[in-house]
């Protein structure tokens, strides 16, 4: 398989954003045009979901599309979406400062990625 | 007795109100002349403000690197390990006050500043003055009449962009063996804890020829990109995390120039059964190696944020590692006595919320912990989390990705095979911890645990003569320990002949 992975219509909402965060998105894409997502991993600001002006990122063979959010594709890295597919994240937008070369820093918010357990997914560890 | 707070009398640390950056050995303001301020998490308020550069900036710090850098790459390796020297002896002369500094800045308790941020970067330095005069470079002999010397070059003018967990200690790993290696520098402080290397190159500027030493401040986006993409720079460092790491090889592979990068971990740290054998020292010190997930508020990319328990010890050890966690003193950071400050910014503090969240859902128990702390008066505006400890599974989110918070997650294991398939269950391999008083136990685990570094019955020590650096998506390359010279050094071969006769082919 040599082409991203589209999942935005397999059935599942795995991904959204809050009223803020699409506030954030509109501001942003006045200033630099169409924009992507993609969700990153590790260390600083890592679980940051990452917002750059479409064709500055270079989506791979691996990287999955989970959704769209204000007509953004959401990308993850496949590694990544395989640990964290029964979960829908939810984009929000908070006071913040910074998030390695994400265009909303010197906005003085920040995307912030919250989470919940997809629709009928049982928790994995019942308490 | 805590420390005065900076900008107050008595205090150690006078800011400048407003910072420039520095560059060619002067202080030089940003050139669309923009600023933004600079908040301590420890009250959440602003305290400096700091240059909101842009690609200008960048360009005439590569200006003033380029402009240095053939003689500073001629300089004598004497010479530079005397610089180096001296930085970390006048650093160590002034040891409190940027401790002081670290913590107002980052947030972490002064004690770790004290006794590790600060110690450490002094040594860094001091080890790679003697690691670049210690260095040789290579004589083979091919046959009688052929010879390959190999020498060590600088590669010329390189690129760092700095985390903001260990603002000052991370910026001393990239620049002293940068440095100790004949390179110039144009280096970017993480826009959250840009002020501790501001006040080190007002303290250390002068030691090193202008052009030397450069730093740009801003944001990611608008410095950290046109530094990463230039094609003036031969090599660019990062820490941080994996979708910039994929962004800064990209624009390293427009110029077809290498990187290092750190990017972080999910670090298993597995105790062993014959841990809980005895009631004495070692047991207490591998409650203390679990407990370290909390160094640092766990902003470490070594944070041991997975602890493997054998399955016969989990309750009997579990019940002790819940008391020394709940033993953990928060507090203001700059009283000796608190043992876990702030976490870095608000960003952060609202990250570990959503993670403690998710864990929730996921059904993770939690032990200790679980929510903002409270702290009173105006460390109310600060971002503080009590240290937390979730038990559940290896799937579960809290267990896969980087929190980056004083949280610890916590699954039990049967055997050796089991833990080793548990602890190398992550997209991550950058650190790990062992604790058995069995050495061949501890062996066998540690040679078999897909990370860059095992630290076995002990956690969190960062020496400069260990390599450190990841397997799988932690990252590439390494950082410390001699070996990191040559992360900064081209290889040039003198192929010599000695032979005068022709070779005989045309």
Known sequence: MDETRDLSNDGQRRVEATPAAEALIEELKAVHGPLLFHQSGGCCDGSAPMCYPVGDFKIGRYDVKLGEVAGCPVYIGGQQFERWKHTRLIIDAVPGRGAGFSLEAPTGQRFLTRSALLDGEEPACPT | ?506
Not at chain 2, 70 to 96: C, M, Q, V, Y
Request: glycine residues 10%.
């Open chain 2, 1 to 506: 007795m805590a420390y005065a707070r900076p900008n107050t009398d008595g205090s150690l640390v006078q800011y400048k109100s407003r910072y420039a950056n520095y560059i060619g050995g002067e202080w030089i303001a940003p050139a669309k002349g923009n600023y933004f301020e600079n908040i301590t998490p420890v009250t959440g308020q602003p305290f400096c403000e700091i240059p909101r550069s842009t690609h200008e900036d960048i360009d005439r710090a590569l200006d003033a690197a380029h402009g240095a850098r053939r003689a500073w790459g001629k300089t004598s390796p004497a010479d530079r390990a005397g610089i180096l020297n001296a930085i970390a002896d006048r650093l160590e002369a002034h040891l409190e006050k940027f401790a002081v500094s670290e913590t107002w800045d980052n947030g972490k308790a002064i004690r770790e500043t004290l006794n590790a941020d600060l110690p450490l970067t002094i040594d860094h330095f001091r080890y790679f003055a003697g690691a670049i005069r210690a260095q040789e470079g290579g004589l083979s002999q091919l046959d009688d009449n052929t010879v390959a010397y190999h020498f060590n070059e600088p590669l010329g003018v390189v690129g760092q962009i700095i985390p903001w967990n260990f603002p000052l200690l991370m910026a001393a790993w990239k620049l002293a063996p940068a440095l100790a290696a004949g390179n110039c520098v144009v280096l970017k402080p993480a826009e959250q804890t840009p002020a501790t290397i501001l006040l080190f190159a007002e303290l250390v500027g002068d030691l090193l020829p202008p052009g030397v030493l450069n730093i740009v401040n801003g944001f990611g986006v608008e410095a950290g990109k046109p530094l990463a993409s230039s094609n003036r720079i031969a090599k660019v460092a990062f820490t941080g995390e994996t979708t910039t790491g994929r962004l800064i090889m990209q624009y390293a592979s427009e110029n077809l120039i290498p990187v290092t990068l750190e990017l972080g971990g999910k670090s298993p740290n597995i105790f062993f059964s014959d841990v809980m054998a005895r009631d004495d020292a070692f047991r207490s010190k591998a409650l203390e190696g679990f407990t370290m997930f909390a160094l640092n508020q766990g902003e470490v990319c070594t944070c041991p944020s997975r602890a493997l328990v054998q399955a016969d010890i989990f309750d009997a050890f579990m019940s002790l590692a819940v008391e020394r966690t709940k033993a953990i003193k928060m507090g203001d950071p700059l009283d000796p006595s608190t043992m876990m400050g702030a976490q870095a910014s608000n960003d952060q503090l609202e990250k570990i919320l959503s993670y403690l969240d998710i864990g929730r859902k996921e059904g993770a128990e939690v032990l200790t912990g679980g929510k903002r702390a409270e702290l009173g008066g105006d460390l109310d505006g600060g971002y503080y989390v009590e240290p937390t400890i979730f038990v559940g599974q290896n799937k579960m989110r809290v267990f896969q990705e980087e929190i980056f918070g004083p949280v610890v997650s916590v699954a039990p294991f049967d055997d050796l095979d089991d833990a080793l398939s548990i602890g190398n269950d992550t997209l991550y391999g950058l650190g790990a911890g062992v604790w058995s008083r069995d050495g061949n136990t501890a062996y066998r685990v540690g040679r078999a645990i897909e990370a860059g570094r095992v630290w076995t019955n002990c956690y969190h020590l960062y020496p400069a003569h260990a390599a450190f650096g990841g397997y799988k998506q932690s990252g590439i390359g390494r950082e410390n320990h001699r070996m990191m010279l040559r992360h900064y050094q081209q290889t040039k071969n003198l192929l010599v002949s000695y032979d005068p006769e022709p070779m005989g082919f045309f």
